[in-house]
Nanobody, 130 residues
Framework: QVQLVESGGGSVQAGGSLRLSCAAS?????????????LGWFRQAPGKEREGVAA????????YYADSVKGRFTISQDNAKNTVYLQMNSLKPEDTAIYYC??????????????????WGQGTQVTVSS
């Protein structure tokens, strides 16, 4: 059964930090890992399209970031916990959005920041105040 559950969202002042977690079912995580597919974090702000924020090429560990978050956000994975994290530092008001994790994505490359993922979580709200 495919299952992705995000957590860790909340409200923070500009300059603060949050760590988002995406807990995947064992099947989802192992399938993604063994098939060398990307796991990604996306966000959607009110009135805007969903955009790729960060992705990790499972099984290899290569990471990809949107220009807007490079140097501030870090994606990582814990294989023992079937979990992907998004560490967000130096948060800005423009980072306010619902953040989603996604699995069963492309086989690496810049397409990992695109929308071609088969499974999505329900999202977690991140609000950054100035």
């Amino acid at each position: 059964q495919v299952q992705l559950v995000e957590s860790g969202g909340g409200s923070v002042q500009a300059g603060g930090s949050l760590r988002l977690s995406c807990a995947a079912s064992a099947y989802t995580y192992s399938s993604n890992y063994n098939n060398y597919k990307c796991l990604g974090w996306f966000r959607q702000a009110p009135g805007k399209e969903r955009e790729g924020v960060a992705a990790i090429f499972s099984g290899i560990g290569r990471t990809y970031y949107a220009d807007s978050v490079k140097g501030r956000f870090t994606i990582s994975q814990d294989n023992a916990k079937n979990t992907v994290y998004l560490q967000m530092n130096s948060l800005k008001p423009e980072d306010t959005a619902i953040y989603y994790c996604a699995s069963d994505g492309p086989y690496g490359g810049s397409r990992c920041l695109g929308p071609d993922y088969n499974y999505w979580g329900q999202g977690t709200q991140v609000t950054v105040s100035s």
